[in-house]
């Protein structure tokens, strides 16, 4: 089973919590930790499309990374707009080896075959502007 979340803004070692939101968030982590484990199964894989966490570096991301590799499945991340830690591939790969992380892979320049389906990562762009199309035309080159 392939499953897909985003946006889970943890904050296992920065005093940014979620609650500050609304009373719906409160624990939110503990509610995510008890949902995943409730549906994915250890051979399924999570697609995490960005803003996992409120850290800024990838030192002060360690407990959220560590919190993600022990839920079950395979999890393929990709960069969001909150997610500042992220320097290069490299680095985050070599991070990961570091602290013993093995179920996360990185999306991006990437692509993976499950099941039957190939997912990979790509920038949107939008082709109403001279602008845009130009900046597509470069990149279909």
């Keep these: 089973m392939i499953y ?8 296992g070692s920065v005093n940014k919590p979620m609650d500050i939101f609304g009373g719906r968030w409160e624990n939110h982590a503990e509610k995510i930790y ?14 995490l499309p960005g ?25 393929i991340i990709s960069k969001g707009n909150h997610d500042y830690f992220w320097s290069t591939v490299s680095k985050i790969k070599e991070f990961f080896v570091q602290n013993g992380i093995t179920t996360i892979e990185l999306m991006h320049n990437n692509a993976f075959s499950i099941e039957n389906l190939v997912i990979c990562g790509s920038k949107g762009y ?9 900046h597509n035309d470069r990149l279909m080159k």
Excluded: C, M, Y
């Design 51 to 75: 803003d996992l966490s409120w850290g800024l570096t990838l030192e002060e991301t360690l407990p959220d990374f560590i919190f993600l590799d022990r839920l079950p499945g395979k999890k």
């Design 126 to 134: 939008s082709f109403d502007s001279d602008a845009a199309r130009e």
């Design 34 to 47: 008890e949902n995943w484990n409730k549906k994915v199964k250890n051979d399924d894989t999570v697609i």
């Design 4 to 11: 897909a979340i985003s946006d889970l803004h943890l904050s």
